[in-house]
């Protein structure tokens, strides 16, 4: 996003933390860093970690809010949401706010006491006093309605960098590292392995694709984030533990790697405010299998570019082997997921809408990039 601005001639800095999970990042701290024009700078979280605090940043914002025309906030209920709101009210700028699903009730509700507690101290705040709230979904924007506290709101999808997807591995890479996987049809799951992502769903749904007969592996490629060993679990009671192989967290070529060798992309969630895994994986030629909570599931089946379904174990199971068993429907689902991307998940395509939606925030205008059944 940042990039895509960037090369419509924008100055586009990014302020963020180094924090990432349990460990941080190896990054410079303190000075900007260019980013493909984009002038990143890292500053070091530190203790209490759950909220990414980072008083290094907070100094930074304070310092330096009034050199921007617009701040764009992303996610809630972390240390930076208070302090670029508080930055940006003092320098006199206006603010937006990216809630990143979190105002999905499915989230929403976990944590209530922690969260409210926030939302008491500064999160209500945050959000009333934002100029517009940015959703990447109709989905999302109907789904935080409820709890938004702000009737201001723009509908700018996710993206893609598509040049990233011109020139992908040859196929057999991802294999011939993998020997367990051997000819079988790759079932890809991609993300981090978390409470939303339905892991307790595939688990169960491949073990009975492999129980009607289909000769599949199970590719479960992510970062974990305390499921791990709860997947491994489910997997054994389906007797398709010896049938999965975890990677851990893949970038880069690796990541592309897997995608070309999968013959689909799997992702039963209970909650994806947008799903830019399923994007990658479309980018890639792959039929998606989704659950109607991944919240792009309405152009992926309005483009016939996967299946999708409830988030329900049976019906996993079925898709799964539907695209098993029928490849020329999977390739032409392929075909039709690339052809979605190009025209409406390319960064340098989605860049007007999103400057568009920011001049009408800076023009006092209500933007008229709202959800077509507002």
Known sequence: MARAMARRGHEVSIYTTNFNGADDLDVPLGVPVDSGGVMVTYFPVHAPRFWETCLPLGRALRADAGKFD?????????????????????????????????????????????????????????????????????????????????????????????????????????????????????????????????????????????????????????????MAEKTRGWLAAADALDRTTFTGMITGDDKLAALVDASMFVLPSYSENFGIAVAEAMACSLPVVISDAVNIWPEVESAAAGLVGPCDIDITARNIMQILDNPARASEMGANGIRLVRDRYSWDGIAPTLEKAYEDVLAGRHSELKPSHD
């Open 70 to 226: 617009l701040m764009h906030l992303h996610s809630l209920y972390m240390y930076h949401d208070r302090a670029g709101a508080a930055a940006a009210r003092r320098a006199g700028i206006l603010y937006i706010v990216r809630p990143h699903g979190t105002l999905d009730p499915y989230i929403f509700k976990r944590r209530r006491t922690r969260k409210a507690i926030f939302e008491w101290w500064f999160q209500n705040r945050v959000l009333e006093q934002a100029a517009a709230l940015h959703y990447t979904t109709e989905d999302e924007w109907r789904l935080a309605a409820p709890v938004s506290r702000n009737p201001h709101s723009f509908v700018v999808p996710n993206g893609l960098d598509t040049d990233e997807f011109a020139d992908l591995p040859e196929k057999g890479a991802f294999r011939a590292n993998h020997p367990e996987i051997g000819n079988r049809p790759i079932v890809l799951f991609l993300g981090r392995l978390n409470f939303k992502k339905g892991l307790d769903l595939l688990a169960p749904a491949f073990g009975q694709v492999l129980a009607a007969g289909h000769d599949a592996h199970l590719v479960i490629a992510g970062p974990d984030d305390d």
